[in-house]
C-alpha cells in the first residue's frame, strides 16, 4: 500500500519554495499571502524576516485554511546591518553586488507553521561570501535575467553560484528554504522525518 505524503499550503509563491518542499516528499497547494511588507521602526532583521513567515501563514490560515497545516516564509540578504531586497533596475543591480564583491553578508529565512492555534517558527542564518567581482561581470551577470526578481540580486541555485567563494550555514536556506529546520518544524505537528522519507520512497515507485 502506497505511503500518503504529508500535504501542506504553502503561503509563498515561489517556484523555488515549493520545489524544495516536493523534494522533501511533501504535497504542496499554493496560495501567495497579499501583506504589507514594510520593515517595522527599530525591527532587527531577524525580527523582521520571522514576522513575514508568520503574516504570510496567518493571512493565508484566514482564508479558509484554518484546519489545514499553513508555511509562510521568506528570505533576505543583509549586509552590514541593511536589508537588501529585489534590485529596482540594472543601476540598483549593480548597485548591490557592488556593495556584496569580496565580502560577507547574511541569508536570513524565516519559516512560520500555523494549524488551528498553533503556531511554530525558526529563523536559519547563512553567511556567504562574494569573490570580487568586476563592473562587466556585473552587467554580463544581469543581461542573464536571473537577478531580476532576486533578493540581494543574485541566486545562488543559478549563475549567481560563480560569485561565491565560501559559505558557512545551510545552502538550501539560500535558495529560499532550510529544508533541515522545516523538517524540525514539520516534526513539532506530527509529520516526522521517517514519514516524509517513506513518502518520497512511495513516489519513485
Not at 1 to 27: E, N, T, Y
Not at 46 to 68: N, P
Amino acid at each position: 500500500m502506497p505511503h500518503v505524503s504529508p500535504s501542506i499550503v504553502l503561503a509563498s509563491v515561489s517556484p523555488r519554495r515549493k520545489d524544495l518542499l516536493a523534494a522533501m516528499g511533501v504535497q504542496v497547494d499554493v496560495h501567495p499571502a497579499d501583506i504589507d511588507e514594510t520593515p517595522m521602526e527599530g525591527e532587527t532583521p531577524a525580527q523582521y524576516v520571522r514576522r513575514l513567515a508568520f503574516d504570510k501563514a496567518m493571512a493565508v490560515a484566514r482564508l479558509g485554511f484554518s484546519d489545514r497545516l499553513v508555511v509562510g516564509a521568506d528570505t533576505i540578504i543583509e549586509h552590514e546591518g541593511e536589508i537588501l531586497g529585489k534590485p529596482r533596475d540594472s543601476n540598483h543591480c549593480t548597485e548591490m553586488l557592488t556593495r556584496l564583491s569580496g565580502a560577507r553578508h547574511k541569508v536570513l529565512s524565516g519559516v512560520a507553521m500555523v494549524l488551528a492555534a498553533r503556531k511554530e517558527s525558526v529563523v536559519c542564518e547563512t553567511t556567504v561570501e562574494f569573490a570580487v567581482l568586476s563592473e562587466s561581470q556585473i552587467e554580463a551577470y544581469w543581461a542573464t535575467g536571473e537577478p531580476v526578481d532576486k533578493a540581494g540580486s543574485y541566486a545562488i541555485q543559478g549563475a549567481g553560484a560563480l560569485f561565491v567563494q565560501r559559505m558557512e550555514g545551510s545552502y538550501s536556506n539560500v535558495v529560499g528554504l532550510p529544508v533541515y529546520e522545516t523538517a524540525a518544524l514539520f516534526a513539532k505537528f506530527g509529520i516526522t522525518t521517517q514519514q516524509l522519507l517513506l513518502a518520497i520512497a512511495s513516489g519513485r515507485e
